[in-house]
C-alpha cells in the first residue's frame, strides 16, 4: 500500500514570497489532515478535511494559509505572503476514518529568509 | 475539549534499561489514544494505538503501553532500550474527528 505523498520535501523562500504544497493521501482515506511543526514541538493543526469538506480550520491563520481539497483526494496549501515564522515542517496525514489512526507522509521543510 | 500531557521533555536512559514515557489525557468521551515515535529528518511513524479493546497495548519494537481510566494515562513503556530507540515521541489522543498532539519527550539513549 502506498503511503501518504508530499512534495517538495524542501523549499527555500524569501519572505512576501509565495509558496505551494501537495499532498495526496492514502488510497480510500477520507480525512486528510495538514500540520505544522515548529522546530522543537509538537505538530500544530492547520486544517482537516473530511472528504473535500472542511472539519476543523480554527488554528489556520486564514489571512495567509489556504487550503483546498478538490474531489476528495489530492489537497494543496498554500502560503502568500510568508512570514519569518512560517519556518517550519508541513506534514500531511491520512486517515481511514472517524478515530482511526493517521498516517503520515514526509512533510515539507519549509526555510523563509 | 481534549487536550494530552507528556509530563517530560527529556528522558535519558542507558542501553538495556528500562524506558518510561509519562502521558496523562483529557477527553470528554472515551478517546482513541496513540503513541508516535519521529526520528531525526523522518515522518512520524505509529507506535502502537488504543482503540477501547484490550487496555495493555503492544506495538512495535517491544514498546507497550497500558490505558489506565481512572488515572486518565497512556503511559509507554519498553523493557529494555535500545541505541535506535533515540527519537521524539508524541503521544496523541484521537476523538470526535479531532487529532491532539503532547509536546513530545526527546528519548536519549546512552552506550
Known amino acids: 500500500e502506498a503511503g501518504v505523498a508530499q512534495s517538495p520535501r524542501y523549499k527555500i523562500i524569501e519572505k512576501r514570497q509565495s509558496v505551494a504544497f501537495w499532498c495526496n493521501p492514502i488510497?480510500?482515506?477520507?480525512?486528510l489532515y495538514w500540520y505544522q511543526q515548529i522546530l522543537g514541538q509538537g505538530p500544530k493543526l492547520l486544517i482537516q478535511?473530511?472528504?473535500?469538506?472542511?472539519?476543523?480550520d480554527s488554528q489556520l491563520p486564514k489571512d495567509r494559509f489556504s487550503a483546498e481539497r478538490l474531489k476528495g483526494v489530492d489537497s494543496t496549501l498554500k502560503i502568500q505572503p510568508a512570514k519569518l515564522e512560517d519556518s517550519a515542517v508541513y506534514l500531511c496525514?491520512?486517515?481511514?476514518?472517524?478515530?482511526?489512526?493517521?498516517?503520515f507522509g514526509q512533510g515539507t521543510r519549509l526555510t523563509v529568509v | 475539549a481534549q487536550s494530552v500531557t507528556q509530563l517530560d521533555s527529556h528522558v535519558s536512559v542507558s542501553e538495556g534499561t528500562p524506558v518510561l514515557l509519562r502521558c496523562n489525557y483529557s477527553?470528554?468521551?472515551?478517546?482513541?489514544l496513540f503513541w508516535y515515535v519521529q526520528h531525526p529528518n523522518k515522518g512520524l511513524q505509529l507506535l502502537l494505538k488504543y482503540t477501547s479493546a484490550a487496555t495493555l497495548v503492544k506495538g512495535i519494537n517491544g514498546f507497550e503501553a497500558e490505558f489506565k481510566k481512572s488515572e486518565t494515562s497512556f503511559h509507554l513503556t519498553k523493557p529494555s532500550a535500545h541505541m535506535s530507540d533515540a527519537a521524539e515521541y508524541f503521544c496523541?489522543?484521537?476523538?470526535?474527528?479531532?487529532?491532539?498532539f503532547g509536546a513530545g519527550t526527546t528519548v536519549t539513549v546512552r552506550a
Open positions: 496525514a491520512s486517515s481511514h476514518g472517524r478515530n482511526t489512526e493517521a498516517f
Open positions: 477527553s470528554s468521551y472515551s478517546p482513541s
Open positions: 496523541v489522543v484521537f476523538n470526535d474527528y479531532k487529532l491532539s
Open positions: 488510497s480510500g482515506h477520507a480525512t
Open positions: 478535511f473530511q472528504n473535500n469538506g472542511v472539519v476543523d
